[in-house]
């Protein structure tokens, strides 16, 4: 069998993943860093000023759901994390809270004081089988 080059490749469907989540942020003054964290992912990250602290999770973030994606381990890298599709009758809405309430609990538990969201944004590529 000979392997598939980008010409014999089957097209796919192009779909774009969308998602916003909470992060907070607190600067650690041993390290003399803003540490961020994203507890629906169970990502940390860090940067030398508030800025490159956002910029630094927004990419691990991207890094993270992008890699999932390509390994073909999306639902299970999800679900490791505590989070499991739901059927279309049980998504919440684009304006729901929920779990923006839940991660805000969450980051005040642990002394995150100052809470953002951060958007996920992911053109993906669907191959059929």
């Known amino acids: 069998m000979g392997t598939m080059d980008q010409t014999t490749r089957p097209k796919g ?8 989540l909470k992060a907070g942020m607190k600067f650690d003054e041993q390290a003399k860093v803003w540490i961020t964290y994203v507890p629906a992912l169970q990502l ?3 940067g030398s000023t508030k800025a490159r602290a956002k910029r630094a999770i927004a990419s691990a973030v991207r890094l993270f759901l992008t890699t999932a994606y390509e390994h073909g381990v999306w639902d ?3 679900r490791n994390v505590g989070l499991a599709p739901t059927g279309a009758s049980q998504m919440p809405g ?4 929920f779990v923006g309430f839940f991660e805000e609990e969450i980051l005040e538990k642990a002394s995150f004081p100052e809470v953002f969201d ?8 669907l191959i059929p089988a």
């Open 13 to 20: 469907i192009q779909v774009t993943f969308m998602a916003r």
């Open 118 to 125: 951060v958007p996920a944004v992911l053109p993906l590529e």
């Open 44 to 46: 940390y990250s860090q």
């Open 94 to 97: 684009p304006d729901s809270e």
């Open 76 to 78: 299970k890298a999800l």
